[in-house]
């Protein structure tokens, strides 16, 4: 059981460095794309991707509104679980959180126009996680037994087999959601506004300051975006506005 928790501790930490990795592979690639002409650029299927990553933040903030504190599925940097999460997301998937961070990621690689890199993306991505999940449910089948094989045995692991949504029985916390999930959404928008600065600079010539319209677009979300987030970045170090007990 160690074994399997100090695997899964090194994999959540090692984070950091695997999504520097798929950023700038992506971007690396999609330049690479650019500076060839073999990237045919559309405003309207850029903001589709953006919506596939939209849906991923929206399954994490469905699934973190119900989540109490100390619960399976919360742990960001080793093995911590109270209680098993049994409703809300955790009622369709076994890995909500992991799901809603495919779907951020994966509206990112849909970027590149790319069948091989986004099958590429598929298999680093299911390597990683892989890992973390099998080493989370091995901590979590030793620790609560039956009631957690019980659960696992009728939801399935990431990809929902149907609709069987079990209330929560704590309420959904919207301050839980901002507290957690804002950089989140911070962080979605500034790279996609990467991604259009590039393709701006690359069509113009290496003009660094001129936009297109949708690059401008771009640029003041992210500015908005990116008040709003230090706003409530000030409020949650400087306050306890965003606390909510028992999250």
């Not at 501790?9 to 990795?21: N, P, Q, S, V």
């Not at 919360?74 to 076994?94: F, I, P």
């Not at 951020?104 to 970027?111: E, I, Q, R």
Request: aromatic share 20%.
């Amino acid at each position: 059981m160690k074994h399997s928790v100090a695997k899964a501790t090194f994999f959540l930490g090692i984070a950091a460095i695997y999504r520097c990795f798929l950023i700038l592979a992506g971007i690396g690639y999609y330049v690479y794309l650019l500076v060839t002409k073999q990237y045919s650029y559309n405003a309207f299927y850029f903001f589709a991707c953006f919506l596939v990553s939209f849906i991923g933040l929206v399954i994490r903030a469905i699934t973190i509104g119900y989540t109490p504190k100390n619960t399976s599925g919360r742990n960001t940097k080793e093995q911590v679980a109270d209680t098993v999460n049994t409703s809300g997301m955790y009622s369709l998937v076994r890995h909500p959180l992991y799901l809603g961070n495919f779907f951020m990621w994966f509206g990112l690689a849909l970027l590149t126009k790319s069948y091989w890199f986004v099958i590429s993306f598929l298999l680093v991505y299911w390597l990683y996680y892989e890992r973390i999940m099998y080493a989370e449910e091995f901590f979590l089948r030793n620790k609560f037994g039956s009631d957690y094989l019980n659960w696992a045995d009728s939801v399935p692991t990431f990809i929902p087999r149907r609709f069987r949504w079990r209330s929560p029985n704590n309420y959904f916390s919207i301050r839980n959601v901002i507290k957690r999930e804002s950089i989140g959404l911070f962080k979605l928008v500034l790279l996609f506004f990467v991604f259009q600065y590039i393709h701006d600079v690359v069509s113009n010539g290496g003009k660094l300051l001129e936009l297109s319209s949708w690059g401008r677009v771009w640029f003041i979300a992210f500015i908005i975006v990116g008040v709003i987030y230090l706003t409530l970045r000030t409020i949650r170090k400087k306050t306890r506005l965003l606390d909510v007990d028992g999250r």
